[in-house]
């Protein structure tokens, strides 16, 4: 996803994330996510905010 906001040293200085961003242009997320990275859980938590539980799809990846 293109990242159409200023970014100083790689963030954000805008007051919308690439996340919000892309929550803009989508109804519905499948997230492949670690259970670390906090990028992927922003968007989840994006998601769920912007248009409730059901919006996005959490599938765990990288577990042992």
């Not at 994330?17 to 906090?38: C, P, Q």
Request: one cysteine or more; glycine letters at 10%; aromatic letters at 8%.
């Amino acid at each position: 996803f293109p990242v159409t906001i200023p970014l100083v040293f790689g963030v954000c200085i805008g007051l919308v994330s690439r996340d919000e961003e892309m929550a803009v242009v989508a109804n519905k997320a499948i997230v492949l996510w670690d259970g670390e990275s906090t990028g992927s859980k922003n968007m989840i938590d994006i998601m769920k905010k912007r248009y409730g539980a059901d919006s996005v799809y959490v599938k765990r990846v990288g577990t042992k």
